[in-house]
């Protein structure tokens, strides 16, 4: 099992702890390092007694369900904060001056506060975990559902849907993808060095072209899950346009598709099979990969088709 190191954390006072420190709880709060310290042993634990044993098959499943706690923690406790503004707000707009509304109004207002800093708490944790996961088992972490707000270790993780509707509206800052969009579709197949190799040149030709890329992809396994590594390397927001098997069926990947496109794409990039010569044989073209491809360029879109080098 390779050593997990912990999450760099600076050494002077970090935003959190400054967060932290201006609620004036009487109790202490973790430090910035002690819950990247958590996350990144939880993790370090629970790979550590399945490594080797019957229950490494169930290896993914496992860490990323204790990653994906956290991540619905932060997302309960964020709702908590978004209430108590909402009571804030009410609490202001009704203010009579008293002392009773007055004391009502900081209760709110505390709550609020509160509830944030847990919040980024279970974010940290949440990130050191998924760091630990990345460095021993070379996979990235993808929210299963929500937004995964930026920290200070990740680029943030959107929801195609909620991008789509910011595109209509141009009003929630939260949900645009503040950067122009390339999207990208890979075949399950095309998961070798090769691959990878073709994959990251394309990507970063693309962030050459467009500093501020926002990559969406639908995270299906194989080619995509390339991208979404070299996303997280290079710390490019990620935009998951993921495919519904329950409502659309067999037509999930298609419509998926239609998800992408409707991001208003700047270029897409396509690879519909794998680049290595073993694997060039057997296998057939991915259908997925190749609608994209078509759509863009029937709806005039950049389309970029990733191919073997030439030498």
Not at 4 to 30: C, N, Q, Y
Not at 272 to 291: E, I, K, M, Y
């Amino acid at each position: 099992m390779q050593t997990l190191s912990t999450p760099t954390v600076s050494k002077t006072d970090s935003a959190f702890d400054d967060l932290t420190a201006s609620l004036g709880d009487p109790r202490p709060h973790p430090t910035e390092a002690a819950l990247a310290q958590l996350g990144s042993a939880l993790m370090s634990e629970l790979l550590d007694v399945l490594a080797g044993t019957a229950l490494e098959d169930f290896q993914t499943l496992l860490a990323e369900a204790l990653i994906g706690a956290f991540h619905s923690a932060a997302q309960r406790i964020e709702r908590d904060a978004d209430r108590a503004r909402d009571a804030m707000r009410s609490l202001d707009r009704d203010f009579d001056g008293s002392e009773a509304a007055d004391t009502e109004l900081q209760e709110a207002t505390l709550r609020a506060r509160a509830a944030d800093v847990a919040t980024e708490a279970a974010e940290r944790i949440r990130d050191a975990a998924s760091e630990a996961y990345t460095v021993s088992t070379g996979e990235v972490w993808t929210a299963w559902r929500g937004s995964r707000r930026g920290a200070y270790l990740t680029a943030a993780q959107l929801e195609a849907k909620a991008v789509i509707r910011a595109i209509h509206v141009r009003k929630s800052d939260a949900a645009d993808p503040c950067g122009r969009v390339v999207a990208f579709r890979g075949a399950p197949m095309a998961d070798t060095a090769e691959d990878a190799r073709r994959i990251f040149d394309a990507l970063n030709w693309a962030k050459a072209e467009w500093p501020d890329m926002a990559l969406a992809t639908t995270g299906a396994k194989g080619a995509e899950k390339l991208a979404i590594k070299w996303a997280a390397q290079k710390g490019v927001k990620l935009v998951l346009a993921r495919a519904d098997f329950n409502a659309n069926g067999k037509a999930a990947p298609f419509r998926a598709n239609d998800d992408l496109l409707a991001l208003e794409p700047v270029c897409c990039l396509t690879l519909s099979l794998s680049l290595d010569a073993a694997r060039s044989v057997a296998q057939r073209s991915f259908g997925p990969a190749l609608n994209l491809g078509q759509k863009a360029e029937q709806s005039g879109r950049r389309h970029v088709s990733i191919r073997r080098r030439t030498h």
